[in-house]
Each structure stands twice: as structure tokens, then as C-alpha cells.
Nanobody, 123 residues
Framework: QVQLVESGGGLVQAGASLRLSCAAS????????MGWFRQAPGNEREFVAA????????YYPHYVKGRFTISRDNAKNMMYLEMNRLNPDDTAVYYC????????????????WGQGTQVTVSS
């Protein structure tokens, strides 16, 4: 099975950009569609972005569409999340995840998860 490790989180001001990375090991990520989720204190885990096996198809919810970009590099076994125009509502722990489904925004479809990286956006 695949192991996932996120990095790149931090404290930024509103309007700033941040790039998260997800490093995979154990198996090649080309076997999986991948996604990013986030969870703020007291909230349920929330879908942020998904990318299919090849990287040619992506899927975003309305609250990040146009600001966030998901990408993957199967040769490096890496996935990324470029986040622009951050605002305090984006503050959360961000998780990368892998699924054998083709492309999904559903939390329950993802079997493999990283440990998360904290993103804090100050106003």
C-alpha cells in the first residue's frame, strides 16, 4: 500500500500563496487518483481538490475553484496543491489522500491518508 507525507504548511497572511507537497512511498501513485482534504477545529473533513491518475482531469469545490490548483508528478511520486489568495477561512490541517476510484471528492472513497500539515492564514 502507499504511504503519504504532506509538507509545506505554515503561517501566512491573507492574500498570500502557499504550495503544499505530498510525497508518496511504497507504491507508485500512478496506481491511484489523488486528493486534498482539509479539517478545521470543530469541523468535518472537507474536500479541497482531486486529480485523476494521469493528472489530466481535476475537480474542485466552488469555495477553492480558481484559487487552488492540484497537480501531480508520477515520475517523482509527488502531488502538489498550489493555493493562492488565501483567506482566514482556509485555515485548517490539510491532508493528501489516495483512492482507487477514478476521480472523487468523497472522503469515504479514499483509503490512504497522510498525517496532515497545518495551514494558518492570518487576517
Amino acid at each position: 500500500q502507499v504511504q503519504l507525507v504532506e509538507s509545506g504548511g505554515g503561517l501566512v497572511q491573507a492574500g498570500a500563496s502557499l504550495r503544499l507537497s505530498c510525497a508518496a512511498s511504497g507504491r507508485t501513485i500512478s496506481d491511484y487518483a489523488m486528493g486534498w482534504f482539509r479539517q478545521a477545529p470543530g469541523n468535518e473533513r472537507e474536500f479541497v481538490a482531486a486529480v485523476n491518475y494521469s493528472g489530466k482531469s481535476t475537480y474542485y469545490p466552488h469555495y477553492v475553484k480558481g484559487r487552488f490548483t492540484i497537480s501531480r508528478d508520477n515520475a517523482k511520486n509527488m502531488m502538489y496543491l498550489e493555493m493562492n489568495r488565501l483567506n482566514p477561512d482556509d485555515t485548517a490541517v490539510y491532508y493528501c489522500a489516495a483512492t482507487t476510484r477514478p476521480l472523487s471528492g468523497s472522503y469515504s472513497h479514499y483509503a490512504y491518508w497522510g498525517q496532515g500539515t497545518q495551514v494558518t492564514v492570518s487576517s
